[in-house]
């Protein structure tokens, strides 16, 4: 049959508080992308109905191999240090069950995704990234991350650069970029 609505308007709004005040104040009548952050805001609007459900979904973290801005990441003990530095566990569990945490390549909800496939990361060992640092005299190189500034990317970019601070390296830049 014919279908029941009209006509439809798709408003770009890249603040994530902004389009949620929309929501709250019926100037729109749905959002997609709601972060860990706005969660609760969000499940205590009694005019709105949450829905999450696992998606195919990735989002991953792309380290260059060459031609980088800084030339850091070039050096192989540099991306294995940043490897072991990431507890994406403990990212994962801030993120109110909106996140699962993986190590393969292929998200648990992606054709093609086996249980065997998570053995090939290196899992979170801060010890280890510590280590690689220190007996490689890394602590000076420099780390640029490039992100997007939508959605959870600042968030994710910040969680990146306070565990390769931790991890020791010296100075870990964040430049944000438009979506």
Not at 80 to 95: M, N, R, S
Not at 147 to 157: G, V
Request: glycine share 8%; no cysteine; proline share 3%.
């Amino acid at each position: 049959g014919a279908p029941f609505i009209k006509n439809v308007h798709v408003d770009i709004v890249p603040e994530i508080s902004t389009a949620i005040a929309k929501l709250e104040t019926g100037e729109s009548d749905w959002f997609e992308g709601i972060t860990a952050e706005h969660l609760s805001r969000v499940k205590n609007m009694s005019n709105v109905t949450l829905v999450s459900e696992l998606s195919g979904r990735v989002t991953y973290l792309g380290v260059r191999t060459n031609s980088s801005k800084t030339g850091s990441t070039e050096i192989p003990e540099v991306r294995e240090a940043i490897a072991y530095a990431l507890d994406k566990p403990g990212f994962v569990a801030t993120q109110n069950g909106l996140a699962v945490a993986s190590d393969s390549l292929v998200g648990p909800k992606v054709f093609g995704y086996t249980d065997n496939s998570e053995t090939y990361g290196t899992g979170f060992n801060m010890e280890k990234a510590q280590q690689i640092i220190t007996d490689n005299n890394l602590a000076d190189k420099t780390i640029h991350i490039l992100a997007s500034n939508s959605s959870f990317y600042p968030e994710i970019a910040e969680f990146v650069q306070a565990s390769l601070l931790e991890a020791g390296f010296e100075t870990v830049e964040i430049e944000m970029m438009e979506w």
